[in-house]
Structure formats: structure tokens, C-alpha cells
């Protein structure tokens, strides 16, 4: 029943933009705090971007801190991405976490990002 299903992943160059989408279903979107994480091959899951349940508040990872923004629309259970000024480094598959408590939280299948050089 609950479900977090990413898209707009894909193959971009170095220097290009892409916007990530996590539509939420299955529980009370609103009141969850949505997050970004990324885990490129070999490397250990990272958090990328997240975001309170009401949208007022924001973090992110230093090494995308200025070129990605992480948003919401709770009216349509929605947890968005932008990413701009792409690196080959920001290559890997990127999932979307829906979080309320440690014990309650669910997570997306992932969307891969690749970026040429």
C-alpha cells in the first residue's frame, strides 16, 4: 500500500540539469519529512538533500550545497529535486525517504543519475 516512487532520473552531461520527482501514496505525506539520498557504486549511501514537513526547513550535503534544492508540494504528496551544474561525481542512484520516526519510515526504489564528462 504505501509507495515512494522516483523518475526523472537519466544520462546527462557534465554541467546540465535534471529534476528528480517522489510522488508519495499510502500515508500521510504531509506530515512526514522527506529526504534525498544517493549511494554511487562502492560508496556508502549518503544524504544528499531534506526537507521538513512543512517545507520551512532545509539541509543539505556541502558538496551540493548551492546547486541543488530540494522542495515539496504536499497537495500533491510530492518531493522534488533540482539539480543543477551536474558533475560526473553526482553519478549514482538516487532514492527518495519519507521519514517520521526512526521506526516509521519508507523508501523509493531509486532513480539512476548518470553525468559524462
Known amino acids: 500500500q504505501v509507495q515512494l516512487v522516483e523518475s526523472g532520473g537519466g544520462l546527462v552531461q557534465s554541467g546540465g540539469s535534471l529534476r528528480l520527482s517522489c510522488a508519495g501514496s499510502g500515508f500521510t505525506f504531509s506530515i512526514y519529512a522527506m529526504s534525498w539520498y544517493r549511494q554511487a557504486p562502492g560508496k556508502e549511501r549518503e544524504l544528499v538533500a531534506g526537507?521538513?514537513?512543512?517545507?520551512?526547513?532545509?539541509n543539505y550535503a556541502g558538496s551540493v550545497k548551492g546547486r541543488f534544492t530540494i522542495s515539496r508540494d504536499n497537495a500533491k504528496n510530492t518531493v522534488y529535486l533540482q539539480m543543477n551544474s551536474l558533475k560526473p561525481e553526482d553519478t549514482a542512484v538516487y532514492y527518495c525517504?519519507?521519514?517520521?520516526?526512526?521506526?516509521?519510515?519508507?523508501w523509493g526504489q531509486g532513480t539512476q543519475v548518470t553525468v559524462s564528462s
Open positions: 526537507i521538513t514537513d512543512t517545507g520551512g526547513t532545509t
Open positions: 525517504n519519507a521519514r517520521l520516526t526512526v521506526a516509521h519510515q519508507y
